[in-house]
């Protein structure tokens, strides 16, 4: 009974204090990049985020993601948005990924807490315009809206200097690719940590310890996430292998992070789980993982990534479709 009686305690708190409020949204935004909800779920993806960074020689990755939270949840605040949304973190999740994208693309210099305030700001704007946009549709703006800033941030350091590149991808065109194709499923020992590793990409960290952080952070609010995360990453990377993708972009997760969230959204967060929803998520789920490839070979004669572009289009497909797949289990 302690944690029901402390949670209405957290919640009756931040309706007292605006400061505390203001917490809590913003834990929240970090934890709804994977659909949650809850304060206790952002604060362990922060602690992941802040260690993963910090092991990745990359601090202020961490810092750019608090930052960009902060920011996007407070432009929210200022420009009086829809409560409900704001206060279930719906408007800083973006702004998290901008904060983190940015400042693992990008010179840690003056002008990346520039960039990484403009594009959280930006995030939020973006967010309410592609959610008006897409209504029409059922379908919800996910994370595309951080992609569509960063992208368009990314591109830009190639013509400013004050916000050059530093980790950038090598423009290549397809027919220059030199990838070690993986030739068989690894064993146990190989897979576990790949699947944890994809688990820790949805921020651009690739670290299996903090893929079993994130997962944790997603089992204290639901279970049913962080099964169909681990499931996200687990056939993500069996169908990578599979299809012989590059050994050590598998590895480091590459192939999992959009699969990952795609597993989520359409397992957890926008059905209610059951074997026929199960089936129609592993599809999506391998559908991701070509959408991935598609995407990564298209944006390579440019010399940006992809981010979680492949897990935006192939969402978006699937559940536009998902009522008339779906209608039984969501009833």
Same mark, same amino acid.
């Given at each position: 009974?302690?944690?029901?009686?402390?949670?209405?305690?957290?919640?009756?708190?931040?309706?007292?204090?605006?400061?505390?409020?203001f917490?809590?949204?913003?834990?929240?935004?970090?934890?709804?990049?994977?659909?949650?909800?809850?304060? +206790?779920?952002? $604060?362990?993806?922060? #602690?992941?985020?802040f260690?993963?960074?910090?092991?990745?020689?990359?601090?202020?990755?961490?810092?750019?993601?608090?930052?960009?939270?902060?920011?996007?949840?407070?432009?929210?605040?200022?420009?009086? =948005?829809?409560?409900?949304?704001?206060?279930?973190? =719906?408007?800083?999740?973006?702004?998290?990924?901008?904060?983190? /994208?940015?400042?693992?693309?990008?010179?840690?210099?003056?002008?990346?807490?520039? @960039?990484? #305030?403009?594009?959280?700001?930006?995030?939020?704007i973006?967010?309410?315009?592609?959610?008006?946009?897409?209504?029409?549709? /059922?379908?919800?703006?996910?994370?595309?809206?951080?992609?569509?800033?960063?992208?368009?941030?990314?591109?830009?350091?190639?013509?400013?200097?004050?916000?050059?590149?530093?980790?950038?991808?090598?423009?290549?065109?397809?027919?220059?690719?030199?990838?070690?194709?993986?030739?068989?499923?690894?064993?146990?020992?190989?897979? *576990?940590?790949? +699947?944890?590793?994809?688990?820790?990409?949805?921020?651009?960290?690739?670290?299996?310890?903090?893929?079993?952080?994130?997962? #944790? /952070?997603?089992?204290?609010?639901? #279970?049913?996430a962080?099964?169909?995360?681990? =499931?996200?990453?687990? @056939?993500?990377?069996?169908?990578?292998?599979? $299809?012989?993708?590059?050994?050590?972009?598998?590895?480091?997760?590459?192939?999992?992070?959009?699969?990952?969230?795609? /597993?989520?959204?359409?397992?957890?967060t926008?059905?209610?789980?059951?074997?026929?929803?199960?089936?129609y998520?592993? *599809?999506? +789920?391998?559908f991701?993982?070509?959408?991935?490839?598609?995407?990564?070979?298209?944006?390579?004669?440019?010399?940006?990534?992809?981010?979680?572009?492949?897990?935006? =289009?192939?969402?978006? $497909?699937?559940? @536009?479709?998902?009522?008339?797949?779906?209608?039984?289990?969501?009833?």
């Open positions: 009974m302690s944690a029901p009686s402390s949670t209405n305690a957290w919640n009756k708190l931040t309706e007292q204090n605006i400061i505390i409020q917490i809590d949204v913003t834990l929240r935004g970090c934890g709804q990049v994977m659909f949650q909800n809850n304060p +206790i779920t952002g $604060l362990l993806f922060f #602690i992941a985020i260690l993963g960074a910090y092991w990745g020689n990359l601090p202020q990755a961490g810092f750019a993601c608090l930052l960009g939270t902060a920011i996007a949840t407070l432009t929210a605040y200022f420009y009086d =948005l829809d409560k409900v949304s704001l206060r279930a973190g =719906l408007y800083g999740y973006n702004g998290c990924l901008v904060g983190i /994208g940015l400042a693992t693309f990008l010179n840690p210099s003056f002008y990346l807490w520039i @960039v990484v #305030i403009f594009g959280a700001i930006i995030s939020v973006a967010t309410k315009s592609l959610a008006d946009f897409l209504k029409s549709w /059922g379908v919800a703006a996910l994370t595309a809206p951080f992609v569509l800033v960063t992208w368009t941030i990314l591109l830009a350091s190639y013509t400013f200097f004050g916000i050059k590149g530093i980790s950038l991808p090598h423009p290549v065109t397809p027919d220059q690719f030199t990838i070690t194709s993986s030739q068989a499923l690894p064993y146990l020992n190989i897979l *576990i940590p790949d +699947i944890f590793r994809g688990i820790s990409e949805v921020f651009l960290l690739s670290s299996m310890t903090v893929g079993i952080i994130f997962v #944790i /952070g997603l089992a204290f609010n639901s #279970i049913a962080a099964l169909y995360a681990i =499931l996200g990453s687990f @056939v993500s990377v069996l169908a990578s292998y599979f $299809l012989q993708a590059d050994a050590s972009s598998i590895n480091v997760g590459l192939y999992s992070f959009s699969a990952v969230l795609t /597993g989520i959204a359409l397992g957890s926008f059905n209610t789980p059951s074997l026929r929803v199960t089936i998520t592993i *599809i999506g +789920i391998i991701t993982v070509f959408v991935q490839g598609a995407l990564d070979t298209a944006l390579a004669p440019i010399g940006i990534p992809s981010l979680t572009m492949p897990f935006v =289009l192939a969402t978006w $497909l699937f559940l @536009v479709s998902n009522k008339s797949f779906m209608s039984k289990d969501n009833q």
